[in-house]
C-alpha cells in the first residue's frame, strides 16, 4: 500500500482526521463518477490501510 499515491499524506494524518475523511469519502462515493470515484475508492483502500496498521500497533503495545 505504501505505494498508494495518497501514502504519505495520509499516513502523516492524525487518526481523527483520517477517520473523518474516510466517513466523508464513503458518503461521497455513491454519488461519485469517474475519475473523482477512482481518486476517492484509493483514498478509501488508503486510509483503511493506514487505520488498520494503527490499530494492530495499539493492540500490539496491549499486548492484546
Known sequence: ??????FAVM?????????????????????????KRTLLLEGIRCSAYVLLTRFREWKQTLGI
Open 1 to 6: 500500500m505504501q505505494d498508494s499515491y495518497f
Open 11 to 35: 499516513d502523516k494524518m492524525e487518526t481523527a482526521t483520517l477517520q473523518e475523511w474516510l466517513r466523508n469519502a464513503q458518503v461521497e462515493l455513491p454519488n461519485a463518477k469517474g475519475s
